[in-house]
């Protein structure tokens, strides 16, 4: 531990622990699961709050869960070369950092009795299975994220529930739009992940980590994250194509002007230098995903 990492206050420590970094994607599908409400006429303020909350709860708990999970299977080293862990720093005490972990779950949890009343039972089910998915993807026996099977996790609860649930909250009902607008902040949040395993695939072989990224291979990791972000911008014309939603929405195309640049990074890059990609990544997701939602509002005018 440096000497400026011992000079942190506790609520400096809380917010390294949380990784402010990775909220404004979490806010992605919220904001798009909103304006799809509203192309519909069923936007409602309070619940879309309660889920922007909720899912930024939901975020901030997975990462200090992966915190928690990752130093004790022992996949969190010196040698780390992500954003510094608490755990693995010594900055904060593992069972401090697992209390903190259910504090968020919990008040996640609170959020969700009030999204209940609104739009019944179903907030339940996604609910609970947000929280289990989250703790899942590095505890428990089989951890998601250890055996390959982290993009197929966070696509569905960090693409599609998250934004089809913000959705469902508001207009109390799922359509064919939920679901097509569900699909580009799933894959660019599972771009995200993918270029976080990019980076670490040294780490995660020596840890016995069996990631999709260390299955691929460099190579095939690259080619899986240029997918994911073409599938994503696919989505708006075939939404045109099929009458669900007017051509504002390629609005979103205007994000494009980010990827030169986030490209060469990751097709050029390696080990940390990646983590200023995985920022542009996520950047990425929330300005697709404000100009898609403008243009699922702008639909109605």
Same mark, same amino acid.
């Given at each position: 531990?440096?000497?400026?990492? *011992? ?32 192309? !519909?006429?069923?936007? !409602? ?21 992966? %915190?928690?999970? %990752?130093?004790?299977?022992?996949? !969190? ?8 862990? $608490?755990?693995?720093? #010594?900055? /904060? ?46 505890? #428990? ?6 055996? #390959?099977?982290?993009?197929? @996790?966070? +696509?569905? +609860? ?9 959705? @469902? ?20 949040? $599972?771009?995200? /992940? ?5 980076? %670490? ?41 099929? %009458? ?11 994000? /494009?002007?980010?990827?030169?640049? /986030?490209? *060469? ?22 300005? @697709? ?13």
């Amino acid at each position: 531990m440096t000497q400026a990492e *011992r000079q942190l206050t506790p609520v400096q420590k809380w917010i390294l622990a949380a990784r402010p970094k990775t909220l404004p994607a979490a806010a992605a599908p919220v904001v798009v699961g909103s304006a799809a409400a509203f192309h !519909d006429g069923a936007f !409602d303020l309070l619940p879309a709050l309660a889920a922007l909350i909720g899912a930024l709860l939901l975020q901030i708990g997975a990462n200090i869960a992966n %915190d928690y999970f %990752d130093f004790f299977k022992g996949a !969190d080293t010196s040698q780390r070369l992500g954003p510094l862990r $608490v755990t693995q720093a #010594g900055l /904060l005490k593992p069972p401090q950092v697992w209390t903190g972990m259910w504090v968020v779950f919990g008040t996640a949890a609170l959020l969700g009795i009030y999204l209940t009343y609104e739009a019944g039972w179903p907030v339940v089910v996604i609910g609970l299975a947000s929280i289990a998915a989250a703790i899942l993807y590095t505890g #428990g026996p089989f951890p998601i994220g250890y055996n #390959g099977l982290g993009e197929v @996790f966070v +696509f569905i +609860f960090f693409g599609l529930a998250a934004t089809v649930g913000t959705y @469902f909250v508001q207009a109390k009902t799922v359509t064919a739009l939920a679901w097509w607008t569900a699909l580009p902040p799933g894959f660019l949040i $599972v771009a995200i /992940l993918i270029v976080n395993n990019l980076r %670490d695939i040294r780490t995660d072989t020596v840890a016995g980590k069996r990631t999709m990224a260390t299955r691929l291979g460099e190579t095939g990791t690259k080619i899986e994250f240029f997918t994911s972000v073409v599938l994503a911008y696919l989505v708006p014309p075939l939404m045109i194509l099929l %009458d669900l939603a007017s051509p504002w929405v390629m609005l979103s195309w205007l994000s /494009l002007v980010l990827l030169p640049g /986030l490209g *060469r990074r990751v097709l050029t890059v390696k080990g940390k230098p990646l983590n200023q990609a995985l920022a542009e990544t996520g950047r990425l997701a929330l300005v @697709f995903g404000v100009l898609f939602g403008l243009g699922l509002v702008l639909g109605n005018f």
